[in-house]
Structures are given as C-alpha cells and as structure tokens.
C-alpha cells in the first residue's frame, strides 16, 4: 500500500490542527504555572479564584485535544 498517496488534504489539516492544540495545551500549562508563581509573591483574596481558573483551563485544552483525536 502507498501511504504517501492517501496522505491528503485532510490528513495535512488534521496534524496541524493537533499542532495548534499542542501548542494551546502548553500555552496552558504556563498560564497554570504563572498563576502559581504569582500567588507565591502575592497574596490577594482572589488567588484560590485565579488557580481555579487556570487548572480549568488547562483541563479544557486537554479535553479539546482528546475530543478531537477521538472525532478526527
């Protein structure tokens, strides 16, 4: 079987929308990271609130990456 041949639009599509989730998964984990390394030098009330935010962040990036290995 040529593999080369099948390789298509789609398949090109496909690996670089993974890519982009990737890159949306890691930009996620250094907003987790920020949000930690800010919460060290300040202490405000909203920080629980901020850590929140980003780990949900970083859950629905990795979400989105499985859903979409799954549906593509």
Do not use: C, E, H
């Not at 060290?40 to 990036?61: D, E, H, M, N, R």
Request: aromatic letters at 12%; glycine letters at 6%; proline letters at 1%.
């Amino acid at each position: 079987m040529n593999y080369l041949a099948d390789f298509g639009l789609l398949s090109i599509v496909k690996i670089f929308l993974w890519t982009l989730l990737l890159m949306f998964i890691i930009f996620s984990l250094v907003v987790v990271r920020q949000v930690q390394l800010m919460s060290q030098v300040l202490t405000v009330p909203i920080s629980g609130g901020l850590k929140l935010v980003a780990l949900g962040l970083l859950v629905f990036a990795v979400g989105i990456f499985i859903i979409s290995v799954v549906v593509l």
